[in-house]
């Protein structure tokens, strides 16, 4: 998008307002300062439509996390309330997502056990531990330690998680029963074998509402744009398809009496009416067991909301605060358990379509969450008869998007190490699930990348004849000395590395025999830590032992302040530490 | 020591004397080319000093493992000669070794529940599993994991686990029983709460023993010099101290019937003989369960073995192959499974004892197991008499030379991160025991350097005025240009610190309103892995969303090369990749 001239304004300083000072942990507050009529409307416009889209999708992620209907709705209530008063991002939209309803799916079968009261009770263990472990980090800024998860692995865990759920939806779409905890493989070989037990008036539902959501997605823009229809308006009206699939679902249902005649699931009795304080499940056993669930919920979480939310913001040229962030989703994630719903998070096209629709502060928050409030209130009578199998097929359209198997082969021509990361982490969540498929993508990442580093680039270098330039004697006529050898490094010295450097540097010095001289070349080396230290004080007196002197040169200005104290450095003495390599080279050979 | 003139001659370049080819495999083959009578009686008396040191430590480091004395003793035989053959060090001393001692007593004592004979099988069995692990990372090259070692945990771990062995040995120089699997605290406790229930006798030879051997190395050098003894001959004779306090204590012993007049725990018989061929541990149950045990014994006794190689042989300008070395190593562990021996390694005195003996190649090694062999074979008779106090005394004054609080200091003045994992291993091996304290140092190692190199340094550079260079505009006097941001990252990219690179640039972009041109200055970029990469991309277009153009400028060649097929490239196109950050200036303000 154009960068216009309004977007300047958008983004106060608040010194330069000292109105009245705004609470710095309220961002909202600061928003409201420049507050006027044209934003209101934009807010009020945006905010609806994303109420038009969350409202099904609220229902079906509630479907897919196997909770009642209602705790999706609450879920899109109180939760985006909190994270619009405390979130430094203006057009995240917050509320139940796809991948952590999947995530409460798994970890509830086994703690739940069947029984309906303790799996909606776990259901807010979940979400009161996910806001407890984002609001710590966001306290201790903590908050780099999610960065633990690379591009590749999250990549990967979405497209795994998204055809991990398309395989949960199958039963739901066709009828066919499976048994809860069912991972991929076994779900795809149940609904095989019973194929013949399809329910056809459920199947109908599901497949139908399938290829009509599909096609709106694909081509509605298209057609409305065929027939003379602007093309943001015909953006706004395809977004209505699956309210109005719904809609229509329910009028087809209730008028043939699909439940009645033909068997087809449906939603039930929705309890109408606002959430309210529930603070029963404080009393609930197993929390210690959900532990671990609700950190990958709220690790998974946070890292898809920080991304969607950065990417918005910097459109528009406004700053994120990661550990604010990290706060005001745990906050989120507290009022979610307090408020009888599931695990939130940022959704990636909900925030799209929050932020393509104009929405220019969190008050577009609040008018979608007062539209699924004010739905709450009147209209979940209506949704006793919805077919279940049309939900799956909110879901099943939902996450096809998900998949992402360009990325894959992008990653792996890009990067082999980052592809079998990538690749692991998909593979690992269809053979093993949810959880442990990112646990083996998160170790493989951090293995490749302790092993990309442990063979730093260490080039023998030169000077290019008439210059003071010096290169890898290897890719460069350059001129050499015998008694000297110049070696560079082109990566920080740390542990995983140590033994490596040690290994290379003392096979070029044992490959010389006329040696009297080593210069170590750290431009490249931003720091040294203690294991390092303790190789290259090791290097230098088996270099002195054979009578050998070590130098070091363009040493970096805050590795040669840590250097200042120690052995190494006492041993080598000021004039053996060099500004460059070219007065180096003039001390120990002449100058040219 | 000094470079001698021979020394380059022990070094012999294989294809310079293609008389007969030597495998690859077989270095011992290679130094045997250039053998000689010199090198032969150089190796003679080396491998007979080291015999004397290693037939008391032999004994000693059975009993620290649990085990009866004769397996101590095997391990001293084969082993150090299949090394021989196939290591790369010229002077390793390979054989049981403290800290792999005191592990396997902890892997045991839950595994043999008090059985004496599951016990030795269990030996057998983690010397077979160490054997595999080191030879399987030697066949697939993956030497490099040894490398998540840092050199601080390993120096907290080896000051943790001498301690911990002294504390395991209080118990057998006073002759309170404590109990087999107790930890630290434990040990510690039992021996202040039961001190009156010493034995004298025992504690008499124990005390004794301590004094005489702490004497022996502290002073006994100086003391014979000052006699008229040459230092190098003092040396040696003052390394007989154990052997000879070994033979005293037994005849003191003997003659006193200490055993059976005040109950002095005693080696009691030790069978003669040569090791046997024994397969039967094969048969044994509990491999899985005695794995994690091997792999960390697998994993220290490398570590160790592979830094005194390393050392010793650049003092003499020779290689070490680390892959081999860890074939030899696990070629050694197979054998000593076999052979009915304990895990092994190569022990840090014993080798250094070698080398300042004047070892010149593995005969010595050979020498040395030959004259092991010689007293398994005609001395163990003598050893029934010898107090255990005695051998618990060696093992404290062995070990006391490994805790070293001097460089704990050193660490953490030098890196707080460093020194916190150190402080970290050691409290964790004495507070958790051997296996966990390791494991907890190695992680919390890991965490810290994520963390460290999650913050890389950015800087926002200008010109100095009138030259080329470039420095932070923090730090120097520089010419700016509003219109421009010249940033220089000065840390590989990969996924650990991409997403607060990311929040930089972006921050430093927002806070700039008449920007119109970044210049990334990518110098100190070795690498930029799959979630740097895709970070950049999505930086690019929204740069590119606001009207401001990315360009980059001094990408390292390799970089270059793997940008090439990139959307990130083709989205900047040739012109805004700039060779230095001059020329991207010049090109962007007008040459000055």
């Given at each position: ?110 703690y739940a056990g069947g029984d309906p ?390 096979n070029l010095v044992v490959d010389r ?80």
């Amino acid at each position: 998008m154009d960068r216009t001239p309004g977007t300047t304004a958008d983004h106060p300083a608040p010194a330069a307002h000292p109105r009245r000072k705004c609470p710095r942990l309220l961002p909202l507050c600061a928003e409201l300062r420049q507050y006027d009529r044209t934003t209101l409307l934009q807010d009020l416009l945006a905010g609806t439509i994303t109420a038009i889209l969350l409202v099904p999708q609220a229902l079906a992620y509630a479907l897919l996390a196997g909770l009642p209907a209602e705790v999706g709705l609450y879920a899109s209530i109180i939760p985006p309330i909190v994270y619009a008063l405390f979130g430094t991002s203006r057009t995240l939209a917050v509320g139940p997502v796809a991948v952590a309803a999947v995530m409460v799916a798994t970890a509830l079968s086994p703690y739940a056990g069947g029984d309906p009261g303790a799996y909606v009770t776990g259901a807010l263990i979940l979400a009161a531990l996910t806001g407890v472990i984002l609001l710590g980090l966001g306290l201790l800024r903590l908050g780099w330690l999610t960065a633990f998860i690379s591009h590749p692995v999250l990549s990967g865990f979405t497209t795994g998680a998204a055809i991990f759920i398309i395989g949960t939806q199958l039963a739901a779409l066709t009828g066919i029963p499976l048994p809860r905890d069912a991972d991929f493989a076994q779900s795809i070989a149940v609904l095989i074998a019973h194929l013949a037990a399809a329910n056809p008036a459920t199947s109908a539902f599901g497949l139908t509402a399938v290829v009509v959501l599909a096609l709106a997605r694909g081509h509605l823009p298209r057609a409305l744009s065929a027939l003379g229809i602007a093309p943001q308006k015909g953006a706004i009206l395809s977004r209505m398809a699956p309210l109005v699939l719904v809609a229509i679902a329910i009028a087809v249902a209730t008028q043939t009496a699909a439940a009645q005649r033909w068997g087809v699931a449906t939603v039930g009795t929705v309890p109408g009416g606002l959430p309210r304080l529930q603070l029963d499940f404080l009393q609930a056993k197993g929390w210690l067991d959900l532990l671990p669930a609700a950190a990958l919920i709220a690790l998974i979480g946070y890292v898809e909301s920080i991304s969607v939310a950065k990417a918005l913001a910097f459109r528009r040229r406004e700053k994120i605060d990661p550990d604010q962030e990290l706060r005001a989703l745990g906050l989120a994630n507290v009022a979610a358990a307090c408020a009888g719903a599931m695990p939130v998070a940022g959704g990636f096209s909900r925030s799209m379509v929050n932020f393509d629709a104009g929405a220019r502060t969190q008050i577009a928050a609040i008018v979608t969450a007062s539209w699924v409030a004010l739905a709450t209130l009147a209209f979940t009578g209506l949704l006793a008869d919805l077919p279940k199998a049309v939900l799956a097929a909110i879901i099943v359209v939902a996450v096809w998007q998900l998949v992402d198997f360009a990325n894959l082969r992008h990653t792996w021509t890009y990067d082999r190490g980052d592809g079998a990361a990538q690749a692991a982490t998909l593979v690992g969540v269809l053979a093993f699930g949810i959880e442990r498929g990112l646990t083996i993508g998160v170790a493989l990442a951090l293995v490749l990348f302790l092993y990309r580093t442990s063979r730093p680039h260490i080039a023998v270098v030169g000077r290019i004849p008439g210059t003071e330039h010096f290169r890898n004697i290897h890719r460069h006529l350059v001129e050499t000395w015998p008694r000297l050898l110049l070696v560079r490094i082109d990566e920080n010295l740390y542990f995983a590395n140590t033994p490596r450097v040690e290994s290379e540097l003392q096979n070029l010095v044992v490959d010389r025999d006329q040696l009297t001289d080593v210069v170590l070349i750290l431009s490249g080396v931003a720091y040294i830590d203690a294991s390092a230290l303790e190789m290259l004080e090791n290097f230098a007196s088996g270099l002195a032992a054979a009578g050998i002197r070590l130098h070091l040169a363009e040493v970096k200005g805050p590795v040669l302040d840590r250097l200042r104290d120690s052995a190494l450095s006492a041993g080598l003495g000021a004039d053996r530490i060099h500004i460059s390599t070219q007065l180096a080279v003039n001390r120990l050979v002449g100058a040219t």
